[in-house]
T-cell receptor, first 114, second 111 residues
């Protein structure tokens, strides 16, 4: 089954404790992206990647890191989480073409930083 | 970049028809997506428009006017399960094919 898998689904952590949210897709998609979703603000892009070893900042990259060492995986790293990073996070992937390239989203990770 | 505007919230009655509008400003249009998102769940793809006109898919239709920077999603024969947030996303010709999402419209369907 074609899917994007995020882990964990729920995470409560303390300020300053490094964490990683994993994202994996099995569709051989070139493009992967991380979003955070907050009430009233919609989906905001954190980082994205066009292919292996190619990553770029989105609209809200501060406090986050990513890596793309393999095509299928795109982990999101919070080196020193802070309470303002409490949010619902989504990973997405898609093909990179000029036609209808819908994004496939993971199930989401609800992160709480206390 | 893009500037995307959607109503924050709409309500409708089961069995009725509802139209959710999306206006956008972009330097170079390259496609518009509609996604549905139930509370706490992942967005799921509904439709894609790149040319002017109406695309129909079952109870859902999406319309695009590129000259007006305008799209709408039309939901017919509303069901309770259609209560969700509807996200408009626009892709521009910046070369990266990355869509920018609007803030979404929360649709509440009443019995």
């Amino acid at each position: 089954e074609a899917q994007v898998t995020q882990n964990p689904r729920y995470l409560i952590t303390v300020t300053g404790k490094k964490l990683t949210v994993t994202c994996s897709q099995n569709m051989n998609h070139e493009y992967m992206s991380w979003y955070r979703q907050d009430p009233g603000l919609g989906l905001r892009q954190i980082y994205y990647s066009m292919n292996v070893e190619v990553t770029d900042k989105g609209d809200v990259p501060e406090g986050y890191k990513v890596s793309r060492k393999e095509k299928r995986n795109f982990p999101l790293i919070l080196e020193s989480p802070s309470p303002n990073q409490t949010s619902l996070y989504f990973c997405a992937s898609s093909l990179l073409e000029t036609s209808n390239t819908e994004a496939f989203f993971g199930q989401g990770t609800r992160l709480t930083v206390v | 970049g893009q500037n995307i505007d959607q109503p924050t919230e709409m309500t409708a009655t089961e069995g009725a028809i509802v139209q959710i509008n999306c206006t956008y400003q972009t330097s170079g249009f390259n496609g518009l997506f509609w996604y549905q998102q139930h509370a706490g769940e992942a967005p799921t793809f509904l439709s894609y428009n790149v040319l002017d006109g109406l695309e129909e898919k079952g109870r859902f239709s999406s319309f695009l006017s590129r000259s007006k920077g305008y799209s709408y999603l039309l939901l017919k024969e509303l069901q309770m399960k259609d209560s969700a947030s509807y996200l408009c996303a626009v892709r521009d010709l910046g070369g990266s094919y990355i869509p920018t999402f609007g803030r979404g419209t929360s649709l509440i369907v009443h019995p």
